[in-house]
């Protein structure tokens, strides 16, 4: 019964709440982006959601859009900017999610939702992770976040998913307001201490061959 009604119906008046609480926030830092960003804002990136279908994750854009001399794109920590590290190690630049969250996209809790080039790389039990609706936070976010490697980072999600109920949403909450306090376990630029999930399971693939 939590999942099939209250957990949404928690969900979309949570999200209500807490966006007109941020609404002042929400408009500063808007704005501020609006001028350091060159008018853009906002991140949106397309990942798969329940069932695997794609949606729209909305974020606040805390990286340029800078290159090389091919036309390239710069990494991820050559374009993170001064202001988008202090709006990563805050967790702001996931405010805008609680928008995904009122249109059903997204839950408070949930497996996070990876990238789709990610999607042929998941074993067969992994794809259970996107048998519910994917997350702001989870599980693997407090149990390590982005120090987490791939293998445990997925566990977790899974866990999360065969034993979903209300005790465990509450206390994923309560432990990811600590650690947005805390500023724990966050790692600004996420590749420099991991590979992608590609990448990793490709290169695994090419040892075993």
Known sequence: MYLLFFKRLFDFMAA???????IPLFIIVTISLFFLNDQKPFFTQSRPGKNEKIFKILKFKTMNDKTDSQG????DGERLTGVGKVIRKTSIDELPQLINVLKGDMSFIGPRP???RYLPFYTEQEKLRHSVRPGITGLAQVSGRNLLGWDKRLEKDIYYVQNLNFLLDISIFIRTIRKVIKSEDIAVDAQTIMLPLDEERSLK????N
Do not use: G, K, V
């Open 205 to 208: 693939e090419q040892r075993h």
């Open 16 to 22: 209500l709440f807490l966006f007109i609480l941020f």
């Open 72 to 75: 390239n794109l710069l990494s």
């Open 114 to 116: 990876l990238l789709t």
